[in-house]
């Protein structure tokens, strides 16, 4: 086996580490990011990894191994089949039929069982698990662990009287990727704050541009958002929520050269057409180069948004190159979208919406795993890899009597980092609907710029 060190760095090759700014489970703001789940991956590597655990340890105390579901569950059985040690398998929760057994396996009364632990942090998962183990009438009394991330979860366990085995600390990994020259001085300087329990200060994180956006972004609708964001200096979505076929194309001719994209309410038009609203829409929207968006708010189960979205007069799926969708139905709800992309909708932009920061955060989680997904529509910043869409833009008012509340370009990209802007009132209830569009991409693209800086 090679050293210590080099083994430690053919695991690295992997990504088991990260670093920036991560939230951790607690909320706290964390330097590093630790993940040991893909070395189960590299069978070499886990025999390796079984071998430098079980060199370290009394082997002879020990009739049986145990491994922390899930993470260390692979390494445990790499183990037992090292050692020749029993495996017996912990369950997260007892099962909810038949034996209702937690620990499966053959194991008898009063043997001593090794606990496999991947990452050791504040002992609290390990102080959990260990009575569960001990209340089967098995021993625990040592605990071996790949790495301990060094915020007091060792010494936790050995005041309670379990021994703790560390292949790796945190210090020493963090030397060895110094010395190897992945680490900056500044990223150093943030860990060591972190592991003497000190709230690490971030720099305030610079938004990324459309062009790194480009690079984070795979779903062909961002990418040809952001190519036309780009070509026309443009950040703006024209929202069209007027009530006639001749007003719809009347203003999208006007304010055509000026956005990325027109977004309907194709249902509050009183005269739709498929011959003589979308085909005529879509000769504009070619000619002037943007997209449709639909601003549907689909919210129901998948067959039904599929139904509604390929069906009835205005068959949305034949036309439109994105739609708006809540996540309300959960994930597959938004399996039905497959051939456009779609813009989560993640907070709303009324006063007294229930998107409050739980449901937000919720929402966000099956927008960002949904491959149909690229945007979403909030009133906060998202991650990077979804484009932001705000509406609730206008540079005039601060509202309307009906609940909706506004901000200007400048607020939304400053704050919020926003990447496309949406404006409905305040451009086609002007008096000059060409000049307000005008001045909306003026202000969106000076704004984005500012909020580069
Ligand atoms: P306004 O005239 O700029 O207020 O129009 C805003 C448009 O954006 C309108 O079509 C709304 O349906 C849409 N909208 C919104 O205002 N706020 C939201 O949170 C969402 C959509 Br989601």
């Not at 600390?169 to 020259?181: A, D, W």
């Not at 443009?234 to 055509?256: F, H, P, Q, R, Y």
Request: aromatic residues 8%; hydrophobic residues 40%; charged residues 25%.
């Amino acid at each position: 086996m090679e050293n210590k060190k080099d083994f430690f760095l053919e695991c690295y090759k992997h990504g088991i580490m990260k670093f920036g700014q991560f939230t951790l489970k607690s909320g706290i703001e964390s330097p590093f990011y630790v993940d040991l789940r893909p070395l189960a991956s590299d069978p070499k590597i886990l025999i390796n990894l079984a071998k430098y655990l079980l060199e370290m340890l009394p082997l002879d105390n020990f009739d049986l191994i145990c491994g922390v579901p899930y993470a260390a569950l692979p390494m445990a059985t790499a183990m037992s089949l090292e050692s020749h040690l029993p495996l017996i398998i912990k369950r997260k929760e007892a099962k909810q039929y038949g034996t209702k057994k937690l620990i499966e396996g053959l194991y008898s009364k009063g043997q001593n069982c090794l606990l496999v632990e991947d990452v050791i942090t504040s002992g609290k998962s390990l102080l959990e698990t260990i009575p569960e183990i001990e209340n089967e009438g098995i021993k625990v009394s040592d605990v071996v662990v790949v790495l301990d991330r060094g915020q007091g979860g060792k010494e936790l366990l050995e005041k309670k009287g379990y021994r703790v085995h560390t292949l790796f600390t945190i210090q020493e990994v963090c030397g060895i990727l110094k010395e190897e020259g992945h680490l900056l001085d500044e990223e150093i300087e943030r860990i060591n704050t972190f592991l003497a329990g000190n709230i690490v200060k971030f720099e305030e994180k610079k938004r990324y541009s459309y062009q790194q956006k480009l690079t984070t972004n795979d779903h062909s609708v961002a990418q040809i958002i952001l190519n036309l964001a780009i070509e026309k200096k443009s950040n703006l979505i024209a929202s069209a929520d007027v009530l006639t076929t001749k007003e719809l194309l009347e203003l999208a001719e006007k304010v055509g050269p000026h956005i990325v994209a027109l977004k309907t309410h194709i249902d509050i038009l009183s005269d739709f057409d498929m011959e003589k609203t979308i085909i005529p829409l879509k000769e504009i929207a070619k000619k002037h180069n943007f997209l449709l968006m639909e601003d549907r708010k689909f919210a129901d189960i998948g067959n039904t948004q599929e139904l509604q979205f390929g069906h009835g007069i205005y068959k949305i799926a034949e036309w439109a190159d994105f739609v708006t969708s809540q996540v309300i139905g959960g994930y597959e709800s938004l399996d039905c979208f497959r051939n456009v992309g779609v813009v989560a909708i993640i907070g709303m932009s009324s006063k007294g919406t229930l998107t409050d920061n739980n449901y937000q955060t919720e929402a966000l989680n099956i927008a960002m795993s949904h491959p149909n997904v690229f945007g979403g529509v909030a009133q906060k910043k998202l991650p990077e890899n979804i484009l932001l869409f705000t509406p609730g833009v206008n540079l005039e008012s601060k509202g309307d009597s009906k609940g909706q509340q506004y901000n200007t370009p400048e607020h939304v990209f400053q704050n919020l980092h926003t990447d496309f802007i949406i404006v409905g009132r305040g451009i086609y209830k002007s008096t000059d609907i060409e000049k307000s569009a005008l001045q909306y991409k003026i202000e969106g693209w000076n704004a984005y710029e500012n909020s580069l800086k």
